[in-house]
C-alpha cells in the first residue's frame, strides 16, 4: 500500500455545529484514498478536534468504567460513514475524521466528504457493549473489529484492537493540522528513519509525543497507533521538539 499524504487536502468533519473556515479542497488529482469518515448527533466526536476543544464524554467516560476502551472499527469500503451514524444514533460515542474534497462525477467537479483513515472508525465503550453492533447482521452487516495480534504464552491471539487514550489524543491533534502535508502509512510499512523520542513544546503539534522521523528531506514527528497506522507530521523546527526519555 502506498504512503497517502494530505497535500491540498482540507481535513474536516461535520458536528453541530459545523465547523467552517477551511482552507481550499483538493483537486482530483491528489485524491488518493485516505483512512476514515463522518456523521454526528448524540455525543460522536467524529469531526477531527484540535488539541484545545472540548471532547464530548460518553457514560463509559463519566463513570470511569475501567473495562471501557476506544476500540478500531472497520466497515466496507464506502459504508463507513453511514456505520458511523448508526452507532452515534445508539448513543455511542465515536470519533470519526473526514476531510472535504473534490471528485470528478460525469465531468462535473462534485463536492464531497471523504474517509480520512480509509474504513476505519474509532467507537469508545467494553468490548461486550460494541459486540452488539459489531455483530449486529441486520443494521451493520457491514461493521467489524479491527484486530490486532498479540503473543500469549508462545501462542499468537488475534483480539479486537484497542487504541489507547493517549494515542488518539495524538491522532487528533496531527489530524487536526490544516496545513497538508501529512503522511499516512499501513502498520507494516516502515517509511520513516527511526530516530530519539521527543514531545513537541511549540506549533499546531504541541503535546504530542513521538519520534524524530525524516521524510522526503525534511525533519517531522512520526506518531504510531499500534497495530495499525503511522502518521508523520509536517516539518517541526528542532526548537519546538524536547527530548524524552
Not at 44 to 69: C, F, G, M, V
Amino acid at each position: 500500500m502506498d504512503s497517502h499524504t494530505t497535500d491540498d487536502i482540507t481535513p474536516e468533519g461535520t458536528s453541530i455545529p459545523p465547523r467552517t473556515g477551511f482552507a481550499p479542497d483538493a483537486l482530483p488529482e491528489v485524491q488518493t484514498p485516505i483512512p476514515a469518515e463522518n456523521s454526528q448527533t448524540g455525543v460522536s466526536t467524529n469531526y477531527i478536534q484540535s488539541a484545545t476543544e472540548q471532547k464530548p464524554a460518553s457514560k463509559d467516560l463519566k463513570d470511569n468504567n475501567p473495562n471501557a476502551h476506544w476500540y478500531a472499527l472497520r466497515a466496507t469500503y464506502g459504508q463507513t460513514g453511514k456505520a458511523n451514524d448508526y452507532l452515534v444514533s445508539q448513543g455511542v460515542e465515536t470519533y470519526y475524521p473526514t476531510i472535504k474534497a473534490f471528485v470528478m462525477v460525469k465531468n462535473k467537479r462534485k463536492k464531497v466528504t471523504k474517509s480520512y483513515l480509509l474504513n476505519i472508525l474509532f467507537a469508545y465503550g467494553t468490548e461486550d457493549k460494541l459486540k452488539k453492533y459489531v455483530y449486529d447482521n441486520v443494521n451493520l452487516p457491514y461493521l467489524r473489529f479491527y484486530y490486532g495480534r498479540k503473543t500469549v504464552d508462545g501462542e499468537v491471539l488475534h483480539t479486537p484492537l484497542i487504541v489507547p487514550q493517549y494515542q488518539l489524543d495524538n491522532l487528533r491533534t496531527v489530524l487536526a493540522d490544516q496545513s497538508g502535508g501529512l503522511v499516512i502509512v499501513p502498520n507494516d510499512e516502515r517509511k520513516f528513519d527511526k530516530g530519539a523520542k521527543v514531545r513537541v513544546i511549540g506549533g499546531s503539534f504541541k503535546g504530542i509525543e513521538g519520534k524524530v522521523a525524516r521524510y522526503c528531506g525534511q525533519q517531522r514527528v512520526a506518531i504510531v497507533v499500534d497495530g495499525l497506522l503511522t502518521i508523520a507530521t509536517t516539518f517541526i523546527p528542532s526548537a519546538y521538539l524536547e527530548k524524552i526519555d
